[in-house]
């Protein structure tokens, strides 16, 4: 059952989580947002976390906030979060704004993004087993 | 929020930049913010302006909320991750072209911005 609107969705790139954000995000998505992308890195044990806002023709406080917070959660839980393609105009209305967005990196493109991120052999997908290698 | 889309039409109707026009509905859609979360909620009102050959944008926001008993102060706050009375002001303030705030503790705030082409 949708708890306040569409859910965000998140997409399994390989060892990455990409969410994009393209709509106007009210609070309760917000929160389901967090809540859903939680889930989802303990899930696939992923450390690396993309997000999309080149869709965004604004980002205030709230967004910043949930950026910030969703960057910390991910650290918690040892992923990287990087934010993709921000508008310049919305670039230069964070500074102005004065909105820092601690914990939060930054990348131009999702290529450069995902070079900021974990590789492939960092990752273990959440398989808790120990390797079952014999011997020393 | 809506409030956003009136104000991002009105900013093109007037013929604004599209960095003013980013600006102006960010520092919008914080003011609306303020509103509803310190203010109790409250209304917006927003229209074009046509001063002397210059086109712009005006929209004001008022609420019955606590007040703001220091503006000064609230203005001068930082941008913190914690939520403080005020905040946003100060970030608003710096977004737009022209801001007036007006505010009588345990009556309601008003808060009037205008952002020019």
Redesign the interface.
């Known amino acids: 059952m949708s708890e306040g609107g569409p859910r965000i969705p998140i997409l399994k790139l390989g060892h990455l989580l990409l969410v994009t954000i393209q709509v106007d995000m009210h609070d309760r998505m917000a929160v389901t947002l967090q809540e859903d992308l939680t889930g989802r890195i303990v899930e696939t044990g992923a450390r690396g976390v993309l997000i999309d806002i080149s869709g965004l023709e604004l980002v205030d406080s709230f967004i910043g906030r949930m950026l910030a917070d969703i960057a910390a959660m991910a650290r918690v839980l040892d992923a990287t979060t990087v934010v993709v393609g921000m508008r310049p105009a919305v670039a230069i209305t964070l500074v102005e704004l004065g909105l820092a967005l601690p914990g939060v990196r930054t990348a131009l493109t999702v290529e450069r993004g995902m070079a900021l991120l974990p590789g492939p052999g960092d990752t273990d997908f959440g398989n808790a087993r120990e390797d079952e290698r014999t011997g020393d | 929020?809506r409030a956003?889309h009136v104000v991002?039409q009105l900013a093109l109707d007037a013929g604004l930049r599209?960095?003013d026009?980013?600006?102006l509905?960010?520092a919008v859609?914080?003011l609306a913010?303020n509103t509803v979360v310190h203010g109790g909620g409250g209304r917006m009102s927003a229209g074009l302006l046509e001063q002397g050959g210059r086109s712009g944008v005006w929209a004001l926001f008022e609420d019955e909320g606590p007040g703001i008993s220091d503006i000064d102060q609230a203005l001068q706050q930082?941008?913190t991750?914690g939520d403080g009375l005020g905040?946003?002001l100060?970030?608003?303030k710096?977004?737009v072209h022209e801001f007036s705030a007006r505010s009588v503790p345990g009556e309601g705030t008003a808060v009037r911005v205008v952002s020019w082409r």
């Open positions: 929020m956003r991002r599209l960095i026009q980013t600006k509905v960010t859609s914080e913010r930082g941008f991750t905040l946003g100060g970030g608003a710096r977004l």
